[in-house]
């Protein structure tokens, strides 16, 4: 299972197992960190329960002109590498997949837009990004899929 996350107050959480057919080896959430008492040890034991062979996560990047900047994504970082040494899980760190290819009109066109789940989205687009990247066959599938549709 691939894990990839777009840590922040709402942590945007995407999977994808490829043993599993079609959509279905996918899966898209949102853990809002308000809701825990303990949003990092609970970010933790998803993780671990997982069991994740991969964990995807997207770069922290500072921006010098925004002003109140909250720093939650950074503590989830420092949670996720954890894990990651902890439990000897491949990691990386990826930057952002906002802007790129995966639009969503491209996520709704392979059936895994979710409404109202803007930070599922970007785990997703973080997700379908290095899946086109760094698997040939998914790739290929997807892009025929794509054609189609498109």
Do not use: C
């Not at 996350?5 to 308000?34: C, H, W």
């Amino acid at each position: 299972m691939i894990v990839a996350l777009d840590p922040g107050v709402t942590t945007g959480i995407a999977t994808y197992q490829s043993k599993l057919i079609g959509n279905d080896r996918f899966r898209a959430f949102e853990m809002d960190s308000k809701v825990f008492t303990e949003p990092h040890w609970a970010l933790a034991q998803m993780l671990v329960a997982m069991h994740p062979t991969l964990i995807l996560y997207e770069a922290f990047v500072f921006r010098q002109d925004k002003t109140g900047a909250v720093f939650t994504g950074v503590e989830f970082i420092g949670v996720i590498e954890l894990v990651a040494q902890r439990y000897d899980r491949e990691i990386k760190k990826v930057p952002t997949a906002r802007g790129g290819f995966w639009d969503n009109k491209k996520i709704k066109a392979v059936g895994l837009y979710i409404p109202g789940k803007p930070h599922a989205m970007d785990a997703t687009r973080l997700l379908l990004t290095w899946l086109m990247k760094n698997d040939e066959e998914w790739r290929a599938q997807t892009l025929e899929k794509l054609k189609q549709v498109l």
